[in-house]
Nanobody
Framework: QVQLVESGGGLVQAGGSLRLSCAAS????????MGWFRQAPGKEREFVST????????QYADSVKGRFTISKDNAKNTVYLQMNSLKPEDTAVYYC??????????????????WGQGTQVTVSS
């Protein structure tokens, strides 16, 4: 059984940085695609970034491109989301997700099989 646990969220001023971690258990993150999504109050869950099983194919939402970086540490079985130059509109609950059937992730939440509990990120202006 795959479990994903996020950490690293918090309150930060605009322009600041945070690094989110997603610790996986039950299956190696090197064997399936991983993604990050976020959901702000009253809004649908939206795609942030995805990494293929190998880490070679990476995608970002246009809204975070150039500011966020997804990475994997296979030895720690952990996926990270480094978030720089944060903006108030980045405020949301951030979720990591795993697509157990695909080696290359998509931007569609319904394609993902495993989800963490989420971590709150709040960016003040």
């Amino acid at each position: 059984q795959v479990q994903l646990v996020e950490s690293g969220g918090g309150l930060v001023q605009a322009g600041g940085s945070l690094r989110l971690s997603c610790a996986a258990s039950g299956r190696s993150v090197s064997t399936y695609a991983m993604g990050w999504f976020r959901q702000a109050p009253g809004k649908e869950r939206e795609f942030v970034s995805t990494s293929s099983y190998s880490g070679r194919t990476i995608q970002y939402a246009d809204s975070v491109k150039g500011r966020f970086t997804i990475s994997k540490d296979n030895a720690k079985n952990t996926v990270y989301l480094q978030m720089n130059s944060l903006k108030p509109e980045d405020t949301a609950v951030y979720y990591c997700a795993g697509d157990g059937d695909r080696g290359v992730g998509t931007a569609t939440p319904l394609e993902y099989d495993y989800w963490g509990q989420g971590t709150q990120v709040t960016v003040s202006s």
